[in-house]
C-alpha cells in the first residue's frame, strides 16, 4: 500500500489510507484500554482508608492481612532461619 506523502515527508491526511489507518489505531488503542482494565479490575474494588491503604475492616481486607500474617509467621520458621544462616 503506496501511502501518499507531503512536500516535507509527512502522511498526506486528506488521504483515504491515512484515515483507515487512524480509524485502526483507535481500534486498537481501545481494545488495549479495556484489556488492560480487566485485568487490574479486582485491585480497583479493593476500599481503601483515607490515607489510601486497604480497608482491614472489609472481607477482602481481612483476607489479604490474614495471608501477610502467614507470611509473615513462615518468614521466621526454624527452616527458614536455617536456609538464611547458611546462605
Known sequence: ????????????KRTKEYKEL????AKARAAKAK???KASAPN???KKTAS?????RTKEG????????KAR???NSLVNRLKRLFR
Open 52 to 56: 489510601g491503604k486497604v480497608d482491614k
Open 44 to 46: 480497583s474494588k479493593l
Open 62 to 69: 481481612k483476607a489479604i492481612a490474614e495471608r501477610m500474617a
Open 22 to 25: 487512524k480509524e485502526r489505531l
Open 1 to 12: 500500500m503506496a501511502v501518499k506523502t507531503t512536500a516535507s515527508g509527512k502522511m498526506d
Open 35 to 37: 484489556s488492560t482494565a
Open 73 to 75: 509467621k513462615a518468614k
